[in-house]
């Protein structure tokens, strides 16, 4: 698995991009609710759907694959049968990740720094039909030198049904180029999104004791700014109670 930073077909190249991809946290690390996206969580009939093909069938398709495919973004056969291509994943991930490569603490050891990723950026990954979902999980946190365990997020697909759109986690051991080849290259019709795992709460277990120092420190500092925005708006009330009151009053 590898990621392409020198090619020339005009796709957005993640060696180029992920300077600006860093921030500092501003805003909540709780999942807000979503839109209009329906999400379905029966990977086991998701998975029943797929089928085998025979390495002409995969010839033939890959052959179509790359007559509709219009950015370049080609799969290539190779003759052990492997074929690899390119995915485009979508990060959305709602909860700050923690960054290796921090300030040093004590005793000299690097610390993490949690950061926010902004939403919707699109990164695009080569890989080859062997690679599972697990380790394009594990690709794309080691390329942005994310320290968090790779078991906190899940791959999604998403994908069109008669003008619904629908979000499916994949399990780790499914073949995200095998779907990108069975769609075809039209990100409408079939995306990938990578996103924390949706167990209906937070796995604090799963963090480190630096990432959940972290979390409080967010914590206090937004506590202090909601603290700030109540009182101003109370001042604001207080401040038009006694002019109504001066005015009912009248001048003394």
Known sequence: MTWNSTMSSGYSSLEEDSEEYFFTARTSFFKKPSGKVTESKDVEKERELRTEFSREEI???????????????????GHTGVYTG???VQM????????RGGQRGAGGAMVGEAFYLPQGVTNTLHISSNNTVRQVIVALLNKFTVADN???YALYKRY????????????DGEQPLFLRLVAG?????????LREQQTGEVMWDAFSIPELRNFLRILDKEEEEQKEAVIRRYDVYRQRLQEALMALRGPS
Do not use: G
């Open 160 to 171: 069109h049904t008669e003008e619904q759109v629908y979000v499916c986690k994949l399990a």
């Open 86 to 88: 390119f995915i485009k």
């Open 150 to 152: 790779p078991a906190k």
């Open 59 to 77: 010839r033939q398709k890959i052959e179509l694959y790359n007559s509709m495919t219009k950015d370049h973004l080609k799969m290539t056969l």
């Open 92 to 99: 959305d991930l709602r909860r700050p990740v923690t960054v």
């Open 185 to 193: 290259p039209d990100t409408e019709t079939l995306s990938f999104v």
